[in-house]
């Protein structure tokens, strides 16, 4: 059978692809090789979303992502538990007093909704927060976190709805090309020829990249997160600190709209590969450093914690764009740990490349993106 596109991961970029194309009238295959839709990286984000990033691709992206998911509910009548809670950074260096007032005037220009409070201020949105030596801290009201669980039903079941085919328990071995052209994507369980293809594989995009000879800087490694159990909200928006620490680069914590406080650290030094492994030593190092800061945390019982990956680039920005060796492929890849908050923003944006539908504005993200860039700059605060 052929398909106008076959995508390949069912993830947080492949989920929102799959419906967009398909409700532009274009009949999708979706290959997984989990057992259903976000059984890998999904399904272990923390359910933030923000916009506050450097760059005008990453910023963009995620305006659009933020404004699907606030009127998710109104447009298409699921509960996904959004909240506009906000994300704050908290400085306690000059350094970053600096580093975050510079990059704000970037985020202004861009368009985003960012401000400075002042210490005071910052206590009055995070009720007991450490007050030794706080400078201040940025304050991006409208980015917000909601439910990665129910986002991926969410989506699953609409494009379901719009007519996608999904095989799950199928991993892709192979694709063949001629002249240029991938014309068939080869599984254990079969064989299927699409019009485009749609490599959206996460940890595995640089294997999948490899079938058709092309170098994809991806490489994932693994950060564990956890969350408590449910309390009256205290607090309102997610709290990043990006003071290093041993054994972490810097660490974060929100309270979701259930009231569970859900908390990540950044390893330091990486850790690199993939190992779903929970550890003995991420409790101890983030419930150390989230209880100097945060005070009120004391007496919260942990429920459980997890690992998963964050398939990394070398400059913390994504891989979007046409493979050099298939002209009818097309990498999305290496979100950096960010593609839940991407996801549905780069769904409409790959739907429209699919169709040769891009604008001016598009273009300009996809510089952003260029799989051809030499990878030099970084992202601040990745």
Request: with cysteine; net charge negative; proline share 5%.
């Amino acid at each position: 059978m052929t398909y106008d596109v076959i995508v390949i991961g069912a993830g947080s970029i492949g989920l929102p692809a799959a419906l967009y194309l398909a409700e532009k009238g274009q009949k999708v295959l979706v290959l997984d090789p989990e057992h259903g839709p976000g059984q890998q990286n999904n399904k272990k984000a923390i359910g933030g979303v923000r916009a506050t990033h450097s760059d005008f691709g990453k910023i963009s992206v995620c305006l659009r992502s933020i404004e699907i998911f606030r009127t998710w509910h109104e447009e298409r009548g699921d509960d996904i538990g959004w909240m506009d809670n906000g994300y704050s950074f908290p400085a306690y260096r000059e350094q970053d007093v600096k580093a975050l007032q510079a990059l704000m005037r970037i985020q202004h220009g861009y368009g985003l909704n960012i401000k400075w409070l002042s210490a005071g201020e910052y206590q009055a949105l995070v009720p007991g927060i450490l007050m030794d030596g706080l400078l201040g801290s940025t304050y991006s009201p409208e980015d917000g976190s909601c439910s990665p669980l129910l986002v991926t039903n969410a989506f699953y079941f609409h494009a379901v709805k719009a007519g996608v085919e999904f095989r799950f328990q199928e991993a892709v071995t192979g694709i063949k090309s001629e002249h240029g052209i991938a014309t068939e994507v080869i599984t254990k369980k079969g064989s299927y020829k699409a019009g485009m293809i749609l490599n959206t594989a996460g940890n595995d995009a640089r294997e999948i990249g490899a079938m058709i000879n092309d170098d994809l800087k991806v490489f994932p490694d693994n950060h564990e997160a956890g969350i408590t159990e449910p309390v009256a909200r205290f607090f309102g928006p997610m709290v990043v600190d990006l003071r290093k620490a041993p054994g972490s680069a810097n660490f974060y914590f929100y309270q979701n709209i259930e009231g569970q406080v859900v908390f990540c650290i950044t390893p330091d030094p990486p850790i690199l590969g993939i190992d779903n492994r929970s550890t003995s030593e991420f409790l101890p190092i983030c419930s150390k450093r989230m209880i100097e800061i945060y005070p009120r945390l004391r007496n919260l019982k942990v429920r459980r914690t997890w690992r998963g990956q964050y398939p990394m680039t070398p400059d913390g920005f994504p891989i979007v764009g046409k493979s050099l060796n298939a002209e009818n492929v097309i990498h999305a890849v290496g979100m950096c740990g960010q593609g839940f908050m991407l996801g549905p923003g780069m769904g409409e944006l790959l739907s429209r490349m699919c169709l040769n539908e891009t604008t001016d504005d598009d273009l300009r993200v996809l510089q952003s993106f260029d799989p051809q860039r030499d990878f030099s700059a970084e992202e601040a605060f990745k």
